[in-house]
């Protein structure tokens, strides 16, 4: 709190009268999106961790301005096939000197006018891809078309953006034939499986009309078509929006300008629940398709609204419908969302009936909805070890650092509550070790991952935090018990961020934890809060719906001195991945911090695992080399890289269907080695939120893939892709669960606990 008091402090001292010298005349909208910038920008200089003023040079003729319209430039074209480099240098002449000045007077008519000029970009790109589309495509050609362009230039001339269009769009429709190929063989295929299955049955029942099929060519046009009208609903609301973005993001990539829809939004991710239906949705042909209902939910409890229906109309309880066909997605969302207790009607298409223009109304009444995926979950899990004994181990999975406060400002759910039931309940199944799973995990509340590191250590500063001005102040854990104190591994990838690596990197310090996985995780080392823009705002000018700024404050620090920022954590025992690569982490991002570091802080370890590591990483090299599933893995990540230097696609049929059949060929085989070999054949007690007090749990395989929540799949996905009967296969987990093993017999009979490990220890400085 006392970091948060100084900001608004800050902030509030800064807001001061500013005359620009120079700028252009606004365009009118009521001055309100106007003074929200200035307040935003004002927030910015005055609290953000590096203080730069707009107009501070921060790299060699670079303004910090100039380098916010840069960032807005990349937002809108983030793959330079729009805008030509006039357009880009014709924006920086007229706006890249006073820019400034501009954002200060709140003067968003350069951002305006450099959307309405993408606009039109887009819009006539859209007119000439619907004329390249009705010209002949032979496909026999050797060229290649890029596949990212974002670190490329921009195209020097129409002419040159045309050919950069021309290979990209052969590309796409290239791949939309081989996927419309795939799609008729494996429609054609369930086709006689049903026909078989109705023989044998002697079913009549007639099946639900299908939409029309689209025609490739339809299908490339569709998407572009749906780019521009998706690109003129946005407002001048909208556009402010992305600019603002591009302002915070400027200073670095975690700070963040969040219009009312995205704080909400942000809101519901943190809490973990929303007040709604339970209902996920995605846009299929102008319409909100249904794609998954929250098991619990009030859609799913009511039981008249399927999973594939198309919402066409929405009406708040009693009022007129209104039509929501060609919405944006949020908006519909939006519409959908309401207060707790309220009812809202949707008119949808049933996906089950024969008839596909038979409109049906289907009313529910909202209510609060838990979203259950992103919970913590565990598993028990028996090993079978050398000796021919069980080894338990327990697994928990975090998917994010969570909490929802309640009105008195107590989690009334959270990330170290959940664990912590999980947890008492593995100690009941009397587990012998744990593994903590934070693959993925991207982060979340900085108070939780302080509380969750309690749970593992005695009392003791967890993290230390340095402000805008320098001062630096240890966050500490005081409760002195710990609810576990055995072996203890936490699992991790380049893709693990923010509090998971607060987490991980005060176990690792404490002696307390061994971290497995890739080589480093994400290198996210800085703190952010969250500040309502209207609390700032002028008296005469608040603004309940002016957003949020999600502001970069502190900076975080080991209890050794060092920083997460850009080097994350290192693991001690590494495991091939395909995350691990360099693109992917802080370093990858625009605008990123700095490392550095500050003095440790004295503690007391919790452990000396330090001591195991050297002959458990030993066991696992040996295991891994000989290892075929890693070896697949060494493979698909040097033909991942390979594509990625390459970053061209083959424009020939013939090429790309012998790369698919290549690929197809590779993974039968694989399938082939994997039944000759047989799996693993491990299955799991299943420990969830919901059944953590029940008498009996629940055994599942972890030879299937654990169930996710619907994400949207890539339009036209490969055909090589692998069929979902596939068993599921996990290396690094399996490793994980081998190393956990190696752990605990090397402790002996009568493992050592923490505090017995921490005796025999000196304190670090």
């Known amino acids: 709190m006392k970091s948060f008091r100084l900001t608004a402090l800050a902030l509030a001292a800064s807001f001061a009268a500013f005359a620009p010298a120079h700028a252009d005349k606004p365009e009118k909208d009521g001055n309100r999106l106007g003074e929200v910038t200035q307040t935003v920008a004002r927030m910015l200089e005055s609290a953000h961790f590096s203080r730069q003023r707009l107009n501070n040079e921060v790299e060699p003729g670079v303004t910090q301005a100039r380098k916010a319209l840069d960032r ?401 102040n240890p966050m500490t854990d005081s409760d002195p018990s710990a609810l576990w104190e055995g072996p203890l591994i936490v699992l991790m990838n380049r893709l693990s961020a923010s509090a998971s690596e607060i987490f991980a990197a005060a176990l690792q310090d404490y002696g307390r934890g061994i971290v497995v996985g890739d080589e480093q995780s994400f290198g996210k080392g800085t703190v952010q809060t969250l500040i309502d823009v209207q609390r700032f705002m002028p008296f005469f000018a608040q603004d309940r719906e002016a957003g949020a700024v999600k502001l970069t404050i502190q900076k975080f620090y080991r209890v050794k001195g060092g920083s997460t920022q850009l080097r994350g954590v290192a693991s001690d025992i590494v495991l091939p991945s395909l995350t691990d690569q360099e693109d992917v982490g802080e370093g990858s991002l625009k605008n990123p911090l700095g490392y550095d570091e500050v003095p440790a802080r004295q503690f007391t370890p919790a452990g000396n695992v330090a001591a195991l590591v050297p002959r458990l990483r030993a066991t696992s090299e040996s295991r891994v080399a000989a290892n075929p599933e890693f070896d697949y893995v060494r493979q698909d990540y040097d033909r991942l890289v390979t594509r990625i230097e390459e970053n061209a696609v083959s424009l020939n049929k013939k090429t790309r269907l012998a790369e698919i059949e290549e690929e197809k060929a590779r993974r039968e085989a694989r399938l082939a080695e994997r039944k000759k070999r047989g799996t693993p054949g491990l299955l799991a007690m299943e420990v969830t939120l919901d059944t953590v007090e029940s008498a009996e749990l629940q055994k599942v395989s972890l030879d299937k893939p654990p169930k996710q929540s619907y994400t949207e799949p890539e339009e036209g996905e490969d055909p090589s892709a692998p069929d979902e009967e596939e068993p599921f296969v996990d290396p690094v987990r399996d490793e994980a669960l081998l190393i956990m093993q190696d752990y605990i017999e090397m402790l002996g009979p009568e493992p050592v606990t923490a505090r017995a490990a921490a005796e025999d220890t000196a304190a670090t400085p």
């Open 72 to 472: 807005y430039l990349e937002l809108l074209d983030y793959n330079r096939l729009f805008f030509t480099q006039a357009d880009i240098d014709e924006f920086t002449s007229k706006h890249g000197e006073w820019i400034h000045e501009d954002i200060l007077a709140g003067n968003l008519k350069p951002a305006y006018d450099i959307y309405d000029r993408f606009i039109s970009r887009v819009e006539a790109r859209v007119s000439w891809i619907g004329e390249r589309l009705q010209g002949d495509f032979t496909f026999d050609s050797d060229r290649t078309a890029q596949i990212n362009r974002d670190k490329l230039p921009w195209p020097v001339s129409e002419a040159e953006a045309d050919k950069i269009w021309s290979d990209r769009l052969e590309a796409e429709l290239l791949q939309a034939i081989i996927a419309d190929q795939a799609l008729e063989e494996a429609a054609a295929k369930r086709s006689e499986e049903a026909a078989n299955e109705k023989a044998e049955t002697k079913e009549t029942a007639e099946a639900p009309a299908s939409p029309p099929k689209r025609t490739p060519i339809e299908t490339v046009s569709k998407r572009y078509e749906r780019l521009l009208k998706t690109l003129q609903e946005e407002n001048r609301e909208d556009q402010a929006t992305t600019f603002l973005s591009a302002l915070a993001q400027s200073y670095d990539p975690h700070s963040e300008y969040m219009s009312q829809r995205a704080l909400d939004n942000f809101n519901i991710q943190m809490g973990l629940s929303l007040v709604g239906i339970g209902a996920v949705l995605r846009s299929d042909d102008g319409y909100a398709k249904i794609v998954e209902l929250v098991p619990g939910g009030p859609a799913d409890r009511g039981g008249k609204l399927k999973v594939n229906d198309r919402i066409a109309a929405v009406a708040q309880d009693d009022e007129e419908f209104e039509d929501v066909v060609d919405m944006k997605l949020d908006r519909v969302v939006e519409r959908i969302r309401g207060k707790k207790g309220t009812t809202v009607r949707l008119q949808v298409l049933p996906a089950a009936s024969p008839d596909p223009s038979k409109l049906e109304v289907i009313t529910i009444v909202r209510d609060e909805v838990q979203l259950k995926d992103q919970q913590a979950k565990a598993q028990v899990i028996d090993t079978l070890g050398a000796d021919g004994a069980d080894t338990r181990i327990g697994w928990i999975t975090l998917p994010s650092f969570y909490a929802n406060m309640n009105q008195r400002g107590q989690p009334a759910r959270s990330t170290t509550k959940d664990v912590s039931a999980l947890l008492k309940r593995l100690k009941k199944e009397n587990i012998e070790g744990l593994i903590i799973d934070l693959r993925r995990d991207s982060g979340g509340s900085l108070d939780e991952a302080i509380r969750l590191t309690g749970l593992f250590i005695p009392k003791g500063p967890v993290v230390q935090a340095k402000d805008t001005d320098g001062n630096i």
